[in-house]
T-cell receptor, first 109, second 115 residues
Framework: GQNIDQPTEMTATEGAIVQINCTYQ??????LFWYQQHAGEAPTFLSY??LDGLEEKGRFSSFLSRSKGYSYLLLKELQMKDSASYLC??????????WGAGTKLIIKP | ETGVTQTPRHLVMGMTNKKSLKCEQH?????MYWYKQSAKKPLELMFV???????ENNSVPSRFSPECPNSSHLFLHLHTLQPEDSALYLC??????????????FGPGTRLTVL
C-alpha cells in the first residue's frame, strides 16, 4: 500500500529552527508537496520538490531524497504565526496526491 | 470573490436529512476535488472531476453524491449520513488533473456534524 509518515506533533521555540520530516512509500513519484494549515482554515501551498536537493523560499526550505523516500521541511526564525499543521503529500504515478496525517507544530515564546 | 469558496462553512444535520455542500472556484481551473478531513487522519480523496467529468471515485459510500454542472462549480449532496461522517469537507481545484507541478488550491471547508 501507499504510505506517508510524519510526526504527529512537534514543539519549538520562537526564533529557533525546526525540521519536520516526511517519509513515503508510493506507487510511483511525480513530486512532493508541503502545505500549511492553520486551525479551522484551508491548507495553503508551501513548496514542491520533484528533483533531489534543497529548495529555499524565504524562511522555509524543503529537501528531497527520492532514493531514500524522504523529505523535510525546515522552518527558520520561527514566529508565533508559524503555529499550524504541516501536511506532506506525494503525487503518485496516477497523479493522485497521497497525504500524510500532518504534523502539528506548536511554537512557544 | 477570489480563489475557492465553500458554503456553508458549518452544517449540523440529522441522519435523515438531505443537504448539499457547494464549492466554487474563481481560478479558471479544469479540475476540482472533494476531500474529507478527520482529526489526526490524512486527507481522504473522495471525488475528482476534470472538465466536468468524474475521473475518480475512491470507494465512497453512495450517501455522498457529487455533481459538477460546470468547471467552476462542484456540489456534494448528502443524504442518510452517519455520525462517523462528521468531518471537515474540503474542496480544491487545480489547473489540470495530471501533470507534475499541479498545485491544488483549497477552499476553507465545511465543518459537518451529523447527529
Amino acid at each position: 500500500g501507499q504510505n506517508i509518515d510524519q510526526p504527529t506533533e512537534m514543539t519549538a521555540t520562537e526564533g529557533a529552527i525546526v525540521q519536520i520530516n516526511c517519509t513515503y512509500q508510493t506507487s510511483g513519484f511525480n513530486g512532493l508537496f508541503w502545505y500549511q494549515q492553520h486551525a479551522g482554515e484551508a491548507p495553503t501551498f508551501l513548496s514542491y520538490n520533484v528533483l533531489d536537493g534543497l529548495e529555499e523560499k524565504g524562511r522555509f526550505s524543503s529537501f528531497l531524497s527520492r532514493s531514500k523516500g524522504y523529505s523535510y521541511l525546515l522552518l527558520k526564525e520561527l514566529q508565533m504565526k508559524d503555529s499550524a499543521s504541516y501536511l506532506c503529500a506525494v503525487m503518485d504515478s496516477n497523479y493522485q496526491l497521497i497525504w500524510g496525517a500532518g504534523t502539528k507544530l506548536i511554537i512557544k515564546p | 470573490e477570489t480563489g475557492v469558496t465553500q458554503t456553508p462553512r458549518h452544517l449540523v444535520m440529522g441522519m435523515t436529512n438531505k443537504k448539499s455542500l457547494k464549492c466554487e472556484q474563481h481560478l479558471g481551473h479544469n479540475a476540482m476535488y472533494w476531500y474529507k478531513q478527520s482529526a489526526k487522519k490524512p486527507l481522504e480523496l473522495m471525488f475528482v472531476y476534470s472538465l466536468e467529468e468524474r475521473v475518480e471515485n475512491n470507494s465512497v459510500p453512495s450517501r455522498f453524491s457529487p455533481e459538477c454542472p460546470n468547471s467552476s462549480h462542484l456540489f456534494l449532496h448528502l443524504h442518510t449520513l452517519q455520525p462517523e461522517d462528521s468531518a471537515l469537507y474540503l474542496c480544491a481545484s487545480s489547473q489540470d488533473v495530471a501533470g507534475g507541478y499541479n498545485e491544488q488550491f483549497f477552499g476553507p471547508g465545511t465543518r459537518l456534524t451529523v447527529l
